[in-house]
């Protein structure tokens, strides 16, 4: 039995129709019926927004492990957060959690025809950022832009009309995808 925190922006706060909703921690808890799933995700949260909470919502909370999943809005050119920043912060998230109790998730798929800034080679960048901390730190990764963009028609099975929150069906993806790399987490304790 663990305590699991969820970390991360509105797609992990849930945010579905308008709402943030519990679609997100449902599907988790019911993958992991013997965990505690707690969901410290903030709407519109970028890694420097993450950075002044992560004591408060996640490491007072003794968790035994982190899902950590930010860049979403990192990657807004409103924000200006480069890649550089970004990836600067993920480690500083790291090393103040403890590598030993994260699973890092990339940046997501988002629809560049209804984002323009956003756009794929752009995602990528923050993607391969990640991917580098992941690396470095030694963390079970789960590739969420490689995974979305598997799927046939992401921007409609994907994704709600804002281009970039999901459905059902893509909650269900990334919960699926999250199980299997905290399966991954608890064979190498």
């Known amino acids: 039995?663990?305590?699991?925190?969820?970390?991360?922006?509105?797609?992990?706060?849930?945010?579905?129709?308008?709402?943030?909703?519990?679609?997100?921690?449902?599907?988790?808890?019911?993958?992991?019926?013997?965990?505690?799933?707690?969901?410290?995700?903030?709407?519109?949260?970028?890694?420097?927004?993450?950075?002044g909470w992560v004591n408060n919502l996640v490491v007072a909370e003794e968790p035994d492990l982190v899902?950590?999943?930010?860049?979403?809005?990192?990657?807004?050119?409103?924000?200006?957060?480069?890649?550089?920043?970004?990836q600067n912060q993920l480690q500083a998230l790291i090393d103040q959690i403890g590598a030993s109790k994260v699973i890092l998730v990339t940046p997501p798929y988002s629809d560049s025809r209804r984002l323009g800034e956003r756009n794929l080679a752009l995602i990528q960048n923050y993607v391969t950022s990640a991917e580098l901390v992941a690396k470095q730190n030694n963390l079970p990764c789960v590739a969420l832009l490689d995974i979305m963009l598997a799927e046939k028609n992401p921007d409609q099975l994907l994704l709600q009309p804002d281009g970039i929150h999901f459905t059902e069906v893509a909650y269900d993806l990334l919960a699926g995808h999250i199980f299997r790399a905290i399966q991954r987490w608890r064979d190498g304790r």
């Open 67 to 86: 899902i950590l999943f930010f860049g979403a809005n990192d990657i807004s050119t409103t924000n200006y957060i480069t890649e550089t920043i970004y």
């Open 1 to 51: 039995m663990a305590k699991i925190i969820l970390f991360g922006d509105s797609i992990f706060a849930g945010y579905h129709n308008g709402f943030t909703s519990s679609i997100f921690k449902t599907k988790m808890q019911q993958l992991c019926p013997n965990d505690t799933i707690v969901n410290a995700s903030v709407p519109g949260a970028t890694t420097t927004d993450a950075l």
